[in-house]
């Protein structure tokens, strides 16, 4: 069969898979159609794919969705539990209310996805589909218009002042099987402040959109843990909107997992505005952990920064796939990208494709990729103090994702994910 | 506590020797001097002893106390009790200097079957040590040597050598790079742990250091063999005369 059938055949199977909600708001049902089409004009993804060259989707569209052992967690605190906060949580990607914290909290709205598209609610209509088809130029996200044309199960919050407490969504996992949508709509209104933070397995196969929009001096912060089950696969997509002087801080820590591909897709339409966008993973064998980021400059003097981290050992990828997009007038941009992988074997691949692409030309750009081993030179420094081989090459590792996580702004949340952290290595050291 | 026999060591990815016969032995509570040429193959010496790879010994054997040295790994060999300060500490980005410390102290600990120090006991232990040393607080918040001065980081050394209460001390060329307040501090810092259980080595290239440590023995090191020893005199006659005097009485 020809690659265009394919992908169609897959699209259409996909699709057939959820049913199409009914009883929704009229702006709710044409955004599900405007994105239904793209994905069958577009087609599922294949490793042909110019974009899924590194990472094979065949697993991500496949259906029924593989399965998935789930992890023991009970005997370990979820990372995040002492933070004060509201808790949402999603048991395989159907939000759980019982589970869950009262919504209310002082300058912010938190609805369940479900009612929201049912109702005339004017900002979640600006923006439902609105940043995810922005970032389907040019290149395509066919996994991210699904999620716009079936996903039911989700939160919309909008905050109009500075939130008291994070809002965190912990995802759980419970059956073997489980393909979950999951669909969130962020809005920060002018001079608003909120953290979100996510973590936890979701499903067997999870389909995650963010979609986000930082109105002028709103700050965003994201922090998230992707859950250990070894056997799980996810692909996410976070859709930023940044008006001036925004900023935006993203973290990622990966831990386990049989395939993540996390989509990062950022414009800056204000001037004066940041986003930084990191991510830390350490996996090991059947492991294949994927960064795609796109950045797109489109005002002047905004900060953009990418700091990915990946340790790799027996086996297993990583991929880095990043790319500034300098638009014209666009002056005074700051962009920022290095991605680096370390080998503990020779087994282990890391893949980085940057990529810089610039119409304006009083700006700084910058990007730079590494792949290497353990410096031997630190290791016998930390064994002749009486470390473990393994122990000192722990403390290596700690140090290499610590540039990463040290991108997260509160010290608090970032030490919660360096203690985890820590501990799920001292674990796997045993 | 360290015997060495004649000791033979050539580089392992090439066929260069660079110990030809190297025969020391300190005992307990003692203090003693390698002196030597650059290039004689003192920093040599102290790398096998601590157990880095990249050397080959063809001949000869190393004991402390009565383990064999040469058959243990470098963490073995520290949790046995030998230390070596660097000549070159090396800068580890990203690992806090307190982490490094509690993560070596507490690993030999565990090795040697003890307990584990605490947060608190460890942190009392190690505010004492560092302020004997000049070392402020900021300095053991900041990475593992990244950015220090060369003075910051042999104090460094000595401030793990203090905490880790080693058997055997091996210094190499801690003296070199130091103003003389700070050498006044490091020897300050090496006579205090000086005692009847502990023997110290100390490489040097200048016989300064030594008017501050008092060495029992001095030996001259030369092209990869022990060529004289003697008295604390004979550091003085290097420092008065250089090596070429030396070298010529033995060859
Ligand atoms: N890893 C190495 N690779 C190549 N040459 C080495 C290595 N280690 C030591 N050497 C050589 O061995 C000799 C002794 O070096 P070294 O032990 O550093 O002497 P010293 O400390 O007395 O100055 C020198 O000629 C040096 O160049
Ligand atoms: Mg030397």
């Not at chain 1, 169609?8 to 699709?15: F, N």
């Not at chain 1, 996390?262 to 966008?277: K, P, Y």
């Given at each position: 069969m020809a690659v265009a059938a394919v992908?169609?055949?897959?699209?259409?199977?996909?699709?057939?898979?959820w049913p199409l909600p009914s009883g929704e708001a009229q702006w709710a049902s044409e955004a599900r159609t405007t994105a239904e089409a793209w994905v069958r004009e577009r087609g599922a993804p294949v490793r042909r794919d110019e974009y899924w060259k590194y990472t094979n989707p065949s697993t991500l569209t496949a259906l029924p969705a593989p399965e998935a052992a789930v992890f023991d967690a009970s005997d370990e605190t979820p990372v995040f539990d002492a933070v004060d906060q509201l808790r949402l949580v999603f048991v395989d990607g159907v939000f759980d209310p019982a589970q869950s914290d009262d919504?209310?909290?002082?300058?912010?709205?938190?609805?369940?996805?479900?009612?929201?598209?049912?109702?005339?609610?004017?900002w979640a209509r600006d923006l439902y589909g609105v940043l995810e088809a922005r970032g389907q130029a040019p290149?395509?996200?066919?996994?991210?218009?699904?999620?716009?044309?079936?996903?039911?199960?989700?939160?919309?919050?909008?905050?109009?002042?500075?939130?008291?407490?994070?809002?965190?969504?912990?995802y759980q996992h419970a059956a073997r099987e489980s393909d979950a949508l999951v669909r969130h709509l962020v809005l920060v209104e002018e001079g608003a402040e909120v953290t979100v933070l996510e973590n936890g397995p979701a499903a067997s196969r999870f389909n995650q959109v963010m979609e986000v929009e930082v109105r002028d001096r709103g700050v965003f912060n994201h922090v998230r843990a992707q859950g250990r089950d070894h056997e799980r696969r996810a692909v996410t997509g976070t859709f930023a909107r940044l008006g001036r002087e925004a900023v935006m801080k993203s973290f990622t820590l990966t831990v386990n997992g049989r395939?993540?591909?996390?989509?990062?897709?950022?414009?800056?339409?204000?001037?004066?505005?940041?986003?930084?966008?990191?991510?830390?993973?350490?996996?090991?064998?059947?492991?294949?952990?994927?960064?795609?980021?796109?950045?797109?400059?489109?005002?002047?003097?905004?900060?953009?920064?990418?700091?990915?981290?990946?340790?790799?050992?027996?086996?297993?990828?990583?991929v880095f796939q990043g790319k500034i997009l300098v638009k014209e007038g666009a002056q005074k941009t700051d962009g920022y990208q290095i991605s680096q992988g370390l080998m503990l074997d020779d087994d282990s691949q890391f893949l980085a494709k940057p990529e810089l692409e610039i119409y304006a030309d009083d700006v700084v750009c910058s990007h730079g990729s590494t792949c290497g081993a353990v410096d031997e030179t630190s290791l016998f420094y930390l064994r002749s103090r009486g470390m473990t081989r393994a122990?000192?090459?722990?403390?290596?590792?700690?140090?290499?994702?610590?540039?990463?996580?040290?991108?997260?702004?509160?010290?608090?949340?970032?030490?919660?994910?360096?203690?985890?952290l820590a501990a799920w290595l001292a674990r796997r050291r045993k | 506590m360290l015997k060495i026999n004649n000791l033979h060591v050539k580089l392992e990815e090439e066929d260069k020797q660079i110990l030809k016969g190297v025969d020391l032995e300190v005992g307990a509570g003692q203090v003693h001097a390698i002196m030597g040429p650059n290039g004689s193959g003192k920093s040599t010496l102290s790398y096998?002893?601590?157990?880095?790879?990249?050397?080959?010994?063809?001949?000869?054997?190393?004991?402390?106390?009565?383990?064999?040295?040469?058959?243990?790994?470098?963490?073995?060999?520290?949790?046995?009790?030998?230390?070596?300060?660097?000549?070159?500490?090396?800068?580890?980005?990203?690992?806090?200097?307190?982490?490094?410390?509690?993560?070596?102290?507490?690993?030999?600990?565990?090795?040697?079957?003890?307990?584990?120090?605490?947060?608190?006991?460890?942190?009392?232990?190690i505010r004492a040590r560092a302020k004997e040393l000049n070392i402020d607080a900021e300095m053991l918040k900041r990475p593992v040597?990244?950015?220090?001065?060369?003075?910051?980081?042999?104090?460094?050394?000595?401030?793990?050598?203090?905490?880790?209460?080693?058997?055997?001390?091996?210094?190499?060329?801690?003296?070199?790079?130091?103003?003389?307040?700070?050498?006044k501090l490091v020897a300050a810092g090496v006579?205090?742990?000086?005692?009847?259980?502990?023997?110290?080595?100390?490489?040097?290239?200048?016989?300064?250091?030594?008017?501050?440590?008092?060495p029992d023995v001095v030996h001259i090191m030369a092209d990869g063999r022990i060529v004289q020893s003697g008295g604390p005199e004979l550091a003085l006659e290097v420092e008065n005369n250089g090596y070429a005097d030396i070298l010529k009485t033995v060859a």
């Open positions: 992908k169609s055949d897959a699209a259409t199977d996909l699709l057939a898979a919504l209310a909290m002082e300058h912010v709205e938190i609805e369940p996805l479900g009612s929201a598209l049912a109702k005339d609610i004017h290149v395509a996200r066919p996994l991210a218009a699904l999620n716009t044309a079936r996903a039911t199960e989700g939160v919309v919050i909008r905050v109009t002042g500075r939130a008291a407490k994070p809002i965190r969504v912990f395939l993540t591909r996390n989509e990062s897709v950022v414009e800056f339409i204000g001037d004066d505005a940041v986003a930084h966008l990191a991510g830390a993973c350490t996996g090991e064998g059947d492991f294949h952990h994927d960064d795609t980021v796109f950045v797109t400059h489109d005002a002047v003097n905004c900060e953009s920064r990418q700091v990915f981290k990946k340790v790799l050992r027996d086996g297993a990828v990583g122990e000192a090459e722990e403390l290596l590792v700690l140090a290499f994702l610590d540039e990463a996580i040290a991108e997260i702004d509160s010290a608090e949340l970032a030490d919660e994910v360096r203690g985890r | 096998v002893l601590a157990g880095r790879d990249g050397y080959e010994v063809t001949e000869g054997a190393a004991s402390l106390g009565d383990l064999d040295l040469l058959d243990l790994e470098p963490e073995e060999r520290a949790a046995a009790g030998l230390f070596l300060a660097f000549q070159y500490p090396v800068e580890i980005p990203g690992v806090g200097n307190m982490t490094f410390l509690r993560t070596a102290v507490n690993a030999q600990r565990k090795a040697r079957g003890e307990e584990e120090l605490n947060a608190a006991e460890f942190l009392r232990v040597n990244v950015g220090f001065s060369g003075g910051e980081k042999k104090r460094n050394e000595i401030l793990q050598m203090a905490m880790l209460e080693p058997k055997l001390c091996i210094l190499d060329e801690t003296d070199s790079g130091l103003d003389v307040d700070a050498m006579n205090a742990l000086r005692s009847p259980d502990r023997a110290f080595l100390v490489i040097t290239h200048y016989q300064r250091l030594l008017d501050h440590i008092k």
